[in-house]
């Protein structure tokens, strides 16, 4: 379109004046656009094709059962690297939606307890043989207006990360609740933790403390930025704290407007 776009800013100038700043940001504006269209693209044409491969490839894994080892072994890595690919792709995309698309302005009650139930299953299953001991204490009377698929994928990366950067055994707490400002989710691991000088870049697209671990637990290097968007989108915020060897706590903040309140109680237990 033909509008320009400005950035306006008021600065104090000397006792009795004020100063407007503007600056022309629409060359700015189209280049972010032209960046988003790209990669939206690109993700959607990858989409397809990865599909059909990885669909082969299990086909192909399955034929060679009884083949020759070193063969079997080829096939296994090119099934699981091209799975990662797919991980990937989704998460750019995911990404994309939630750069692009509207937010809606009378979302429905999410009943989040149920939510993370799910989430806690899946986490466990993802945890396999290293067995750690997830703890959830959701309030089943604490439903939130907000997008499900959106609220749950917040939910599934910060869970799934406390299992992936914890060792085996060790503890994992879901809560879920209300306090005197907002509603509160938060997961608390006893993992390898986050040396202080990372936090503030946590988010950013593929920043990673540890590469080689990363690759190696199934992450993507995506995880945080669509935490952080998708609280974009509900007005809310992402707390970090976290001592190196000792674990980290990720706390979201959504605000309490967002809160509608059934008539359950409270449940806790032990998954
Ligand atoms: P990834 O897919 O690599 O996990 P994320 O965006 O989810 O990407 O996280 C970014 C980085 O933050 C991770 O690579 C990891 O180094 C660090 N991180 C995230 N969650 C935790 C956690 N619970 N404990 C320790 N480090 C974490």
Not at 42 to 70: A, F, I
Not at 82 to 109: A, F, G, N
Not at 191 to 215: C, N, P, Q
Request: glycine share 8%.
């Amino acid at each position: 379109d033909e509008h320009i776009r400005l950035s306006l800013r008021i600065v104090p100038y000397g006792k009795n004046y004020r100063l407007l700043i503007a600056r022309d940001i629409t060359r700015l504006q189209q280049l972010e656009q032209m960046r988003r269209d790209f990669v939206a693209n690109v993700s959607h044409e990858l989409r397809t094709p990865l599909t059909v491969v990885c669909g082969y490839l299990e086909t192909l894994e399955e034929e060679c059962g009884r083949g020759e080892p070193e063969l079997q072994k080829i096939i296994a890595t090119m099934r699981e690297q091209s799975e990662r690919m797919q991980r990937i792709v989704d998460d750019l995309l995911m990404l994309s939606r939630l750069e692009t698309e509207r937010v809606s302005e009378q979302p429905e009650p999410v009943n989040v307890a149920a939510m993370l139930a799910q989430v806690c299953e899946d986490a466990r299953r993802l945890s396999g043989p290293e067995h750690h001991q997830i703890r959830l204490e959701a309030d089943a009377g604490l439903w939130l207006r907000g997008n499900d698929n959106e609220l749950r994928s917040l939910f599934s990366n910060l869970v799934f990360n406390a299992v992936r950067y914890t060792p085996g055994g060790g503890e994992i707490t879901v809560k879920w609740f209300c306090d005197d400002s907002d509603a509160v989710f938060e997961v608390a691991d006893s993992g390898i933790g986050i040396a202080e000088h990372h936090l503030s870049r946590l988010t950013e697209r593929f920043y990673r403390v540890d590469t080689g671990r990363s690759r190696a637990r199934g992450g993507t290097g995506l995880g945080l930025a669509i935490v952080k968007h998708v609280l974009l989108r509900h007005g809310g915020r992402l707390e970090i704290d976290s001592r190196l060897d000792e674990g980290s706590t990720f706390r979201a903040r959504l605000p309490a407007a967002r809160v509608v309140r059934t008539g359950r109680e409270p449940t806790g237990g032990s998954l």
